[in-house]
């Protein structure tokens, strides 16, 4: 059973260290079910986009979060 909590804290940050490329060469997945693989999707897509820009980002959150 996965959580988005574990994907977060072991996939997506690698995002933080690595290129996608590096990380996509490195790593297999396999065995998941259609919910897990769709899981794993949405926390890669929104650890690269955070990543890529983390300070804008962080203010986006804080502006929704009205902080």
Do not use: W
């Amino acid at each position: 059973m996965l959580t988005s909590a574990f994907l977060n804290t072991a996939i997506g940050q690698l995002y933080r260290d690595f290129e996608e490329d590096k990380i996509k060469n490195s790593l297999s997945v396999e065995h998941l079910c259609l919910e897990d693989k769709t899981l794993l999707k949405r926390v890669t897509s929104t650890a690269k986009l955070y990543y890529k820009d983390p300070e804008r980002m962080q203010n986006s959150i804080n502006e929704i979060l009205g902080e």
